[in-house]
């Protein structure tokens, strides 16, 4: 084990067997036609923006010619027409939802990543998806699963299935893992044998007996909801309906400003989002009297 700083420097060289980039076609860091890019100014004020050869990029009254960014590494700061220095990076996934279309509430990376990790969403898993507004969670699920699982989204309205189309193919590109299916899912599903359902609709307990028909045993289940009665019901409803490990949790998350001695929480956070209710699906379900 070395214990002097020197010796973890990492090496001048990588070793021949690095998976490191050795030509600029490889090189991720390069900004790309088509790459969705966030410009975060010296507030931290961020504005998305997709990079195309023949468009300026416009931030407020100031302008970036795209030669100042295609062909450069993520990470450069450019300075606009107006004389604004702007950093530029490729957006992360918590970056991306705040900047999605609003039509319908959707659900942030405070509350994805519980779902990722509390439903055990992992690469190769098949996922059933349950009201898919913008698209936020179907991204998350498409890229948690990889090219070998699969995500199968359920969306009653053409709209928000088109508009989360739209999403997935501006952040993910094509994701051939990845089906809209337009119905209402509190009709059923037609898929067997998955391994997990993630919900987002106002009356989650309509889906329960088709989740339990859908879902292999020990398959988890992930409902998002945003009240307590709602919750309430939803946690009754699984337990008389085949599901057991019934747990409820709520995420609270609290950014700090850290400036120069001023170091304390931010003012504003998000006091509310929703509950995450996960449970397992027994072996046996019971059956309607
Ligand atoms: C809150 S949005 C989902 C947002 C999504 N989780 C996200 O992060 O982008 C709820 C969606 O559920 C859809 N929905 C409501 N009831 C449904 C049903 N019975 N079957 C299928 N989709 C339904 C709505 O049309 C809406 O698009």
Not at 43 to 72: C, F, T, W
Not at 164 to 190: I, N, S
């Amino acid at each position: 084990m070395p214990d002097t700083p020197e010796a973890v420097q990492p090496p001048a060289s990588p070793p021949a067997d690095s998976p490191v980039i050795a030509t600029p076609e490889e090189d991720r860091a390069l900004l790309r036609e088509g790459d969705s890019v966030l410009l975060i100014d010296r507030k931290k004020r961020q504005y998305l923006r997709v990079l195309k050869s023949e468009r300026r990029v416009n931030v407020r009254d100031g302008m970036i010619v795209p030669d100042a960014l295609i062909g450069h590494p993520e990470g450069i700061v450019v300075r606009s027409s107006m004389g604004e220095y702007l950093q530029v990076f490729r957006p992360t996934y918590a970056q991306i939802a705040p900047n999605l279309p609003r039509q319908a509430q959707l659900i942030y990376a405070k509350d994805i990543g519980t779902i990722l990790l509390y439903g055990d969403i992992h690469p190769g898993a098949r996922v059933i998806e349950v009201g898919v507004g913008p698209g936020a969670t179907s991204l998350a699920l498409i890229r948690a699963v990889g090219p070998t699982g699969c995500v199968i989204s359920y969306e009653i309205r053409e709209d928000f299935a088109n508009l989360a189309r739209a999403t997935v193919k501006r952040f993910h590109g094509d994701a051939p893992q990845w089906t809209v299916k337009l119905g209402d899912a509190y009709e059923g599903f037609q898929e067997r044998n998955v391994d997990r359902i993630v919900t987002d609709v106002p009356e989650p307990w309509r889906v329960i007996p088709h989740a339990a028909a859908a879902l292999r045993s020990g398959g988890v289940f992930v409902g998002f909801i945003p009240t307590v009665l709602q919750m309430k019901q939803l946690v009754d409803e699984l337990r008389e309906g085949g599901f057991a490990a019934v747990e409820v949790v709520e995420s609270l998350q609290r950014f700090w400003h850290v400036k120069e001695r001023s170091v304390r929480p931010e003012h504003r956070m998000v006091a509310h989002s929703g509950f995450l209710v996960i449970a397992r699906r027994l072996a046996v379900v019971p059956t309607a009297s």
